[in-house]
């Protein structure tokens, strides 16, 4: 399988490099929104994939998304490729990737271990270099079950380690994030209850961490089911701010978008989402892949919302990382913008081709 994506990725990276650039980033005015977006296709989207995918094409995924105008792209993990293979080599991704000054490339980080083998890749790089990060992710799950088929401990045992491991993160200069898995239903114990939501992220903002992002990892979330954990986790005088908290939304059953709308009406402004739609959880039998990046900022076109990136330099990287992975391209977005670049394709051939016919025409 290597082999295969080795050979197909040279051939796709040798190709004109026109398409990396984006057009300039178009920021929020003073009438609207700015909706923060962390592309996660990289890590969360990747760590899905059946065969293991070069660190060359994880560093070029990451450089084009960069050039798309994302500005904050999880870049892979430190987790033990003996448990998730695909995320192997994420030091090498960070060394052959571009990096931006002012932008962010998060690195999730289990444990204390996988900080220490990070630690030490940044303790090397000569202080002149931008750093390969700047910020480390940390998971947590709503319910034991979960947990247990994630990190093979309890809720209560994996916040234990993550406290250490933000506390040691923390005094070395790096911003933490955390996940909380499972936040709507849990393939292994059936329906969550909002109020473990609430207190698995209270944990993990106490411990430090300047975001949680509440996941829906099944996708089985609505508009409905996601109002009400928000107005549990949100309400009451122990309330978290809406401000501390993220959407990460499987699509699993169409419905990402729209938990994502209810989730701005809360006062919700960070999205986690995957170009191409890339993505799954190795963990949660039957989940489908996070929201499409390019799904979620067509979706944000002419509302009071703005978020970053050129949405077609954006959905010119998911077809081009789909192209790669051999895999349909699971964003609508995308395949309806690489089916209108090809009808324009089209006609300008025909354009072209219809000239000559008319000069020769001519001569005759």
């Avoid at 290597?2 to 796709?12: D, E, G, H, K, V």
């Avoid at 060394?95 to 932008?103: A, C, N, V």
């Avoid at 509440?214 to 309400?235: A, C, W, Y």
Wanted: hydrophobic share 40%; glycine share 10%.
């Amino acid at each position: 399988m290597l082999s295969r994506y080795t050979a197909r990725s040279q051939a796709l990276l040798q190709r004109p490099s026109r398409l990396l650039f984006a057009l300039p980033r178009t920021y929020a005015t003073a009438t609207s929104q700015r909706v923060r977006i962390v592309e996660v296709g990289p890590r969360d989207g990747l760590q899905n994939e059946s065969a293991v995918i070069p660190p060359q094409v994880k560093a070029e995924l990451i450089t084009r998304l960069t050039k798309a105008g994302m500005d904050i792209i999880e870049s892979g993990s430190f987790v033990s490729p003996k448990w998730v293979p695909q995320m192997a080599g994420t030091a090498e991704v960070l060394k052959l990737m571009e990096r931006h000054r002012g932008l962010h490339y998060p690195v999730l980080v289990p444990n204390l271990k996988g900080l220490e083998i990070l630690l030490d890749l940044l303790h090397s790089q000569p202080k002149s270099e931008v750093p390969y990060t700047d910020e480390i992710a940390v998971f947590s799950a709503a319910t034991d079950a979960f947990a247990k088929a994630n990190t093979n401990c309890t809720v209560a045992e994996s916040l234990e380690r993550l406290a250490a491991v933000a506390k040691r993160a923390k005094a070395e200069g790096l911003r933490v994030r955390g996940y909380v898995s499972v936040v709507i239903d849990c393939p292994y114990s059936g329906k969550v209850d909002p109020e473990k939501v609430k207190s698995v992220s209270r944990a993990l903002l106490d411990m430090g961490c300047y975001e949680v992002s509440l996941g829906d990892t099944v996708g089985t979330g609505n508009p409905t089911s996601v109002r009400e954990l928000l107005e549990v986790v949100l309400g009451g005088s122990d309330g978290l701010p809406a401000s501390k908290l993220a959407g990460h939304f499987h699509d699993t059953y169409g419905m990402a978008i729209a938990n994502i709308f209810t989730a701005l009406d809360h006062g919700i402004y960070t999205f986690d989402s995957s170009v191409g739609g890339l993505g799954g959880c190795p963990y949660s039998p039957g989940a489908t892949g996070n929201v499409a990046t390019e799904d979620v900022l067509y979706a944000l076109r002419g509302s009071r919302y703005e978020g970053p990136g050129d949405l077609d330099a954006v959905a010119q990287v998911g077809t081009w990382i789909s192209q790669t992975l051999n895999r349909p391209n699971a964003s609508r977005v995308g395949r309806a913008l690489e089916a209108r670049r090809a009808r324009q394709k089209l006609e300008q051939e025909r354009e072209r081709d219809g000239g000559a016919a008319e000069t020769i025409s001519a001569k005759l």
